[in-house]
């Protein structure tokens, strides 16, 4: 047996290299790799740029603008808020994320929906809702209480999603291997959650780095505020390439710590994806404390936003109500974040064709190349692209709408391919090999089946997108069109200027536009593990 | 319909030789399954013929156009052949008629179905969605898709493996029986001994990359090439005997053998194995006097040790008395429900030729 097969062996290998190259060759997937391959380069354009602006303002300057105690300032401000928020969100999310997947809490699916909706409220809102009533939200505590509220559904929504589909069996063994509820808790469910709890961090501290709408009105001074002002304020373009080259350092190692610490351990369901649910544990007498609890959280979150806008609204009267450019500004706005919803999505498609359906080491390195975008904050994007317009194409593009566009499906591109990347893997590439092997070619299975199969997860994938782009600000500033204003700049506008009559319904405005994504998204995750693609 | 014919058919995967050289005839209009042990390369070899993966070396032909091999690769969607993965993989988003007219031109797929869902009988359930069907249902309705299209052979791919045990006879032989109508060319992928044996044609066993034997169910049983053989396909008694003048001398008496091995080889006192299947030995009452028992087996005394029920029959392991070596117990089977019990005595005798290898 071994004799022959040892020949076969020889044979094989003296075979021409031409040949064996040849044959793999063809089946190489190629108008995929090479609109990957445009993706990738499209995604690394504002890296790119910020290196040509770097080069531009010269090594020296460079080092002399990052090493001094300025940094440090901004640097200490920002790794302690992140530090600080991030562990309460995490505490929060994964509190509020257990005791409604896992209790008998009274009211649970409402409260499921309200704990998630102040996702829709961008950040900036949040702080004008709180800032404008009380000036003790000011600074750090502002900072850390206006974020914390903003942000805990980044946590929350993984930790439920992964508790609501974490195999109860394995809670189950545990129990009956002697371990109590309180170390089966510790041992097994959290182990379970463990890598959304990161996953959730991660986004909650990459929002941090990026985020200066709300800061600008607590007046917290972090390496985005900064650079914000550097650039567009004082025109100051090599201080601003400076610590922007700082912020995406310090974006990165979040990124690649998240990806250390989940990287360690494996996790998986054993058997099959039968979804049995877990038994719910009685509260008992904490049930008023727990539910005194969750309406605190949704009021603080949600009732003090919302309220707040409406109280300016009232406060105001009727007369600075200016109905044609508000309907004008959420025109735009939607029109922005249509925009860029098809085109990230568009963008995200062979990305996640490649991954999924060419199962190779390369391309999924390709993929997982393309995340790299989180760690680039939407305001050193808009600041690359800016710059890089004005100087050097002439001005083509520069302030343009097609502009803003690419930079919002640049940098929302990461949700898109997560939306899409999940219905693909859960659509069975046994239905496109049978639609080929019933005479399909290539286009037509991809048309006819694959498109169909996925199309929820393409609709998801937009609606996060354009959900993004509503509620988006900083980047919205820079490369906006000239004369042309969204809610969220138009509320801007008046912010900064303490009408606050006319900046709320403006707000409003965006939770409004928003919450319809956000509704299709939260109704799509939830059907999402238990949806079978393919009947038993 | 059309035949197939492999040749010299080479495939793996980096270092991994899946298939090595494997050689296959399938008569037209034929049904043949493909038997192997999980992890054989049944699924490789299908997908291969199906032009989803590109083989390395070889030829296959199908109704004598080649389609892989000499230079030549037919893409899946120019090959006509019919495939049927496992599970059926039906098209969630579309009905049933939807499903089966799928591989039609356009102007075809309003008329075409109806013939179609009559003879898989799903004439009622056209409109349905696939998780709206049982598990047969769904299997009709892939095989009555891949029909759809005219293809010159059907390949199946453990078509009833993911049916319960009480339906998959039924939909075995109402899959087989559409098959035999439309005479269709199939090629059936199982690691089902009993579906093979009961299902096809003609079997042919995948092992080490090659078909070790391809046979008729019935010579496949009666005639294995080697003891593995004779042990993958159905239960067996292999034991030590010695060759005397056309009859092996075993413990269990001096039966009539047929030598298996090359014929130069045979000579008086060679040492072989002999296989002895569970029909082939008979069970008597210990306290009868067992003096009809004249045959060339003789009579021996055993105790019954272990008992595998099956309800039409069972499968009983007896200890012989005083055999040489303490080899493993035999397999005897018992038709009809009634056997003895554990620890009881029976008496024993071979009946039938046997089958000699070279030990």
């Keep these: 047996m071994s004799e022959p097969a040892s020949a076969t062996l020889q044979a094989r290998s003296a075979r021409p290299f031409g040949l064996v190259a040849r044959a793999r060759a063809a089946q190489r997937p190629w108008l995929l790799l090479a609109l990957t391959l445009g993706v990738a380069v499209v995604l690394v354009l504002p890296l790119v740029f910020l290196l040509v602006q770097a080069s531009d303002a010269g090594m020296a300057t460079i080092s002399k603008l990052i090493f001094r105690p300025l940094t440090a300032t901004l640097l200490w401000n920002t790794v302690k808020l992140t530090v600080v928020v991030t562990a309460l969100c995490a505490i929060i999310g994964t509190t509020a994320a257990w005791f409604i997947e896992r209790t008998k809490l009274p009211g649970r699916r409402v409260w499921a929906v309200l704990v998630v909706v102040p996702l829709a409220i961008p950040d900036f809102v949040v702080s004008f809702g709180w800032a404008s009533l009380s000036t003790w939200v000011q600074g750090f505590r502002g900072a850390v209480l206006v974020m914390t509220l903003a942000v805990y559904p980044l946590v929350y929504l993984p930790v439920a999603a992964s508790l609501r589909n974490a195999d109860p069996g394995q809670e189950e063994v545990a129990r009956t291997l002697g371990a109590g509820r309180l170390a089966t808790f510790w041992r097994i469910t959290l182990g379970q959650a463990r890598v959304a709890v990161l996953g959730g961090c991660l986004l909650v501290a990459l929002v941090l780095l990026a985020e200066y709408g709300a800061f600008e009105i607590l007046g917290y001074q972090t390496f985005t505020t900064e650079i914000f002002t550097e650039f567009n304020v004082s025109f100051n373009v090599p201080t601003a390439c400076a610590l922007s080259l700082v912020l995406v350092l310090l974006s990165l190692i979040v990124v690649g710590g998240e990806r250390a610490v989940v990287g360690r351990g494996h996790f998986s369901r054993t058997g099959p994806l039968a979804q049995r649910i877990p038994e719910r544990r009685r509260l008992g007498a904490w049930t008023p404390v727990v539910f005194a609890g969750f309406s605190l959280l949704v009021g603080l979150a949600l009732g003090v936003p919302v309220g707040s806008a409406v109280y300016w609204i009232i406060e105001s009267g009727r007369g600075y109500l200016t109905g044609v450019s508000l309907f004008n500004a959420a025109w735009h706005t939607a029109l922005y974040g249509g925009f860029a919803g098809a085109l990230a999505t568009l963008m995200a498609l062979p990305v996640a064709l490649l991954a999924v359906r060419h199962r190779r080491r390369a391309y999924q390195l390709l993929e997982r190349t393309t995340y790299f975008v989180l760690a680039m904050p939407g305001l050193v994007i808009a600041l690359a692209f800016s710059y890089f317009t004005e100087r050097y194409a002439g001005g083509l593009l520069y302030q343009s709408a097609p502009l803003l566009v690419i930079a919002y499906a640049i940098m929302f591109f990461p949700l898109a391919l997560v939306g899409v990347r999940a219905s693909l893997a859960q659509a069975p590439p046994a239905l496109d090999e049978v639609a080929r092997c019933l005479g399909q070619r290539r286009p037509a299975v991809l048309w006819r089946v694959t498109l169909p199969l996925i199309a929820p997860g393409l609709a998801a994938a937009f609606c996060l997108v354009f959900l993004s782009a509503v509620t988006e600000l900083t980047a919205t500033l820079i490369l906006i069109p000239t004369g042309v204003q969204t809610l969220s700049t138009q509320f801007w506008a008046y912010e900064q200027n303490l009408a606050y009559g006319q900046a709320a319904p403006f707000a409003l405005a965006i939770i409004a536009v928003a919450a319809i994504p956000s509704y299709v998204l939260g109704r799509y995750f939830d059907r999402l593990p238990s949806r079978t693609l393919q009947a038993p | ?359």
């Design chain 2, 1 to 359: 319909m059309s035949e197939l014919q492999i040749t010299g058919l080479h495939k793996s995967f980096g270092a991994t030789q899946v298939l090595e050289g494997l050689e296959l005839s399938v008569p037209a209009g034929s049904l043949t399954a493909i038997l192997g042990a999980s992890g054989s390369g049944k699924t490789t070899l299908l997908r291969v013929l199906a032009g989803l993966l590109r083989a390395d070396r070889g030829t296959i032909e199908i109704g004598g156009r080649i389609v892989d091999g000499r230079g030549e690769h037919v893409p899946a969607e120019r090959r006509h052949v019919g495939y049927v993965p496992q599970e059926g993989a039906l098209f969630p988003h579309l009905t049933v008629k939807a499903n089966i007219t799928f591989g039609l031109a356009r102007r075809e797929r309003r008329g075409g179905a109806r013939e179609l869902l009559e003879t898989v009988g799903l004439t009622d359930l056209a409109g349905r969605y696939p998780h709206q069907l049982s598990g047969g249902q769904q299997q009709r309705v892939a095989l009555a898709r891949a029909l759809a299209v005219r293809p010159e052979i059907v390949l199946l791919d453990e078509p009833f493996a993911s049916l319960d045990a009480g339906l998959r006879a039924n939909v075995r032989e109402d899959v087989q029986a559409i098959l035999r109508k439309t005479r269709t060319t199939t090629l059936l992928v199982t690691h089902d001994q009993d579906e093979a044996l009961s299902t096809a044609d003609q079997i042919a066993v995948l092992r080490d990359g090659q078909i070790a034997q391809c046979a008729t169910p019935h010579d496949l049983y009666a005639k294995p090439i080697d003891q593995k053989m004779a042990r993958f396909i159905g239960d067996a008694n292999l034991v030590a005997g010695v060759m005397e003048d056309g009859f092996v001398r075993t413990w269990l008496g001096r039966l009539p053998a047929i030598w298996r091995g090359n014929a130069d080889d045979l000579r008086d006192q060679r040492p072989a194995t002999v296989l002895i299947r569970p029909e082939q030995i008979k069970m008597y009452p210990a306290n009868g006097d067992g003096s009809h028992l004249t045959s060339e087996g003789g009579a021996l005394t055993a105790r019954v040790v272990g008992i595998g029920y099956h309800g039409h029959d069972s499968l009983l392991n007896i200890q012989i008395d005083d055999a040489p070596d303490a080899g493993p117990p035999l397999i005897v089977r018992s038709l009809g429900h009634a056997h003895p019990p554990i620890g009881s005595k029976v008496r024993v005798s071979v009946k039938d030729t046997v089958l000699v290898w070279p030990a």
